[in-house]
């Protein structure tokens, strides 16, 4: 539980995995990337990022990138699985275009610090923080990047694969103590924050999952928003992903139904159990009449009570 607890109430470090590292060089880069992401790229300068989704021309979900802009190249750091799909699904729009693609997962090992005090322990370790969402900074041959995982303020290191062990050894010896992968998943749930590949499938729409913090409404034509705009026009999603905290202590499996006087109102995508609330916590697609906060819903015979799902700090 000490991983658990510090993430909750001080700090942790956790590994990452093997995250999907891309970098994208070439003059057009950015003008490629603004065309076929949700976010607003060309505006970003060197030194700031921003989360985006990577739509088909159907306006569904391909992935989740956390974009960062450096002076001579563009990093997309995915989930794991994603890292492929990326890489091709990008490849395949870069026809006249000077922009040069790299696979550069095996060149990281990819570290995160988080929890209330996340800044703090990074300075204790040496490693200073950057202050705005996505913004990233190099420290002691390393990328610093505040992007969360778990939705608790939080931090990313893209550290050297050959130095990775150094730089574990440096946050331990700095008071940060490790956390597991099952409770960096706990704190995540607990936060309703979802993850691409287990609460975002390929077939979500965007605002489905009502992290609209990855579109910029404002930029011009990309790639889906055609149906992000007709979607926002018109209103017509009917399902919407929401948290839900429901009594006992067994999380139901992912598919479970979630019910509202006996009839169907949605399905479970992740669930896990709360040491804190002595809970379980998920996230769930609901119908869209039921997935108002404080809505009192039923799965597997227990109470369950609507949430919002995750919203960076200052957003809506």
């Known amino acids: 539980m000490v991983g658990y607890d510090a993430l909750r109430r001080s700090a942790a470090w956790f590994d990452l995995g093997a995250r999907g590292e891309i970098f994208a060089t070439g003059e057009d880069r950015a003008r490629l990337l603004h065309n076929i ?92 923080a950057p202050a705005a969402p996505y913004s990233h900074l190099e420290a002691r041959a390393l990328v610093v990047a505040r992007i969360t995982a778990t939705g608790a303020p939080g931090f990313r290191l893209f550290v050297p694969a050959a130095a990775k062990e150094e730089t574990i050894a440096l946050l331990e010896g700095a008071g940060i103590p490790a956390a597991g992968a099952e409770a960096a998943r706990t704190v995540r749930l607990e936060h309703f924050k979802p993850r691409f590949g287990e609460d975002i499938p390929d077939t979500a729409l965007p605002h489905e999952t009502q992290q609209l913090y990855a579109v910029h409404f404002n930029k ?22 929401a948290g839900l905290v429901i009594d006992g202590n067994q999380p139901p499996a992912a598919g479970a139904p979630v019910l509202a006087a006996g009839a169907e109102a ?30 009192t819903l039923e799965c597997e015979g227990r109470r369950a009570e609507v949430r919002p799902p995750y919203a960076p700090a200052g957003r809506a």
């Open 37 to 128: 992401t949700t976010n607003h790229i060309q505006q970003l300068q060197p030194g700031q990022g921003c989360y985006a989704f990577l739509l088909n021309v159907q306006g569904r979900i391909q992935a989740d990138l956390n974009v960062l802009v450096f002076a001579d190249h563009i990093q997309l750091d995915t989930e794991p699985e994603a890292g492929g799909r990326v890489f091709r699904h990008i490849d395949h729009y870069v026809i006249a275009d000077d922009v040069t693609l790299e696979d550069a997962t095996a060149q990281f090992a990819v570290l995160a610090v988080e929890g209330p005090q996340a800044a703090q322990a990074l300075a204790a370790a040496g490693i200073p």
């Open 220 to 241: 011009g034509c990309y790639l889906g928003q055609e149906i992000v705009e007709r979607v926002r026009s018109r209103g017509m999603v009917h399902r919407l992903l």
């Open 266 to 295: 949605g399905k479970i995508t992740s669930a896990a159990f709360s040491p804190a609330l002595d809970r379980v916590v998920a996230l769930a697609y609901l119908r869209r009449e039921h997935a108002q906060p404080d809505s």
